[in-house]
């Protein structure tokens, strides 16, 4: 008869390294090069040395990801996830990765992302996607020419339909978002913008008009999470996963029961819940935000407002770096960086503010003190996945 094994206890997992590459506009690197650079800087925040990294996550980037980027980095990872559900890819592996910790199959996680989409397109090396393809379940939805960017429009519409959100709160996630990039000297755009402004710009999917829509840029990051025994030896104060959660809603926006509830709504639950936290206990949050409803319905279902009030929440200034809740303190996808698959960033921008290395950009609790405790939500697809992230000091 087989003995039981021993139960050993979880292990904590922490993230005490971050970095980004060169953002923005890169007209002369690689994404592998963005990637190397993104992970030789994190690698340098911790203060550890390469040899504690044997795990590897990564997406998008390769025909045999992660293996190729590893190699790439001249690594030889014995635990490695290369998930890709889009925009939440990261939470979902950050996740994997403290489970992973937990559980003694990994020490240290490097997650690491580069891409060089807008310079790829400026050089015509590609065009810009239409769909994701044409196989499958979008079978029965490409041929109508129905985008990604038209998806999130027409869910944007159904919840102004609803609940009466309009047109000028939905802009105004846009604007507060310009003005968080104001403070940040690594944002793409910095200039000030007002609600006319967004409402009076080019229209790209009814309702949103090109400020509505994320840039697209170049850029690169990475994150090293490692178990507690290491983060004595780490240079820096540790950010710990305190809980998180994922969750896949659908495919064909016809098996999408309501249009108004994205999966961040159980990956926040989920996150919440493991973390022994609520909603209301959050000194600021980083929301995945390709698109300006994105923003207002995550917070509404990770908890922040009731369900149909993102509107009104939205609106006085609410989501400044001085406001009720700070969201997307770097600017966001709508005002910062956004090369393709931006959820990595929300973790980087998390740790930055927790450690109070924001700058004129830093987020403070009402008593002075830094933040405590943050929330980053990433969304995939067009509301197909969520990964939901609780951080702490």
């Known amino acids: 008869m087989l003995s039981t094994p021993p139960v050993h206890p ?23 090069a963005l990637h190397a650079q993104a992970a030789r800087r994190a690698l340098a925040d911790s203060g ?6 044997d795990g590897f996550a990564s997406a998008g980037l390769g025909t045999l990801a992660p293996a190729e980027v590893a190699e790439y980095l001249g ?20 996740a994997h990765a403290a489970d992973a910790i937990a559980a003694g199959h990994a020490n240290a996680v490097l997650l ?6 807008r310079a790829d397109i400026k050089a015509r090396r590609r065009t810009a996607n239409l769909s994701f ?10 041929p109508y020419g129905h985008t990604l960017v038209a998806k999130y429009a027409m869910a944007a519409r159904r919840h102004m339909h609803e609940y009466g959100t309009t047109l000028e709160q939905l802009a105004e996630v846009a604007v507060q978002a310009r003005a968080n990039a104001a403070t940040n000297p690594a944002a793409m755009f910095r200039d000030p913008v007002t609600v006319d402004d967004v409402l009076s710009g080019p229209l790209i999917a009814d309702p949103f008009t090109k400020l509505h829509c994320c840039v697209r840029s170049d850029g690169g ?6 178990a507690q ?5 780490a240079a820096k104060e540790p950010v710990w996963v305190l809980g998180a959660g994922t969750a896949v809603s659908h495919t064909t926006m016809s098996e999408w029961e309501d249009f108004t509830v994205s999966p961040a709504a159980v990956s926040g639950r989920l996150a919440f819940e493991r973390a022994g936290v609520r909603p209301s206990d959050i000194d600021l949050a980083e929301i995945y935000d390709a698109f300006t409803y994105m923003t207002l319905v995550t917070l509404e279902d990770l908890g922040f407002c009731e369900k149909g009030a993102g509107g009104a929440f939205v609106e006085k200034g609410r989501l400044l770096r001085d406001g009720g ?27 930055r503010q927790l450690r109070g290395e924001a700058g004129e950009g830093q987020v403070h609790r009402a008593g002075g003190g830094l933040p405590e405790l943050a929330v980053a939500s990433g969304t995939g697809g067009w509301f197909c996945s969520s990964g939901t992230l609780v951080l702490g000091r």
């Open 10 to 32: 979880r292990r904590k997992a922490a993230i005490v390294g971050t970095a980004l590459s060169d953002c923005g506009r890169v007209d002369d690197a690689t994404p592998y």
């Open 48 to 53: 550890l040395d390469r040899s504690v990294i």
């Open 75 to 94: 690594l030889r990872p014995t635990w490695v996830d290369s998930t890709s559900v889009g925009g939440s890819t990261w939470e979902v592996m950050a």
């Open 112 to 117: 690491v992302y580069g891409s060089t989409a």
């Open 133 to 142: 393809g044409a196989r499958g379940p979008l079978q029965f939805e490409v």
């Open 221 to 226: 990051c990475a994150v090293l999470m490692v």
């Open 229 to 233: 025994e290491y983060v004595p030896d």
């Open 325 to 351: 809740l700070p969201v997307n303190t770097d600017g966001g996808g709508l005002s910062a960086c956004h090369p393709g698959m931006r959820g990595l960033f929300l973790l980087v921008e998390a740790v």
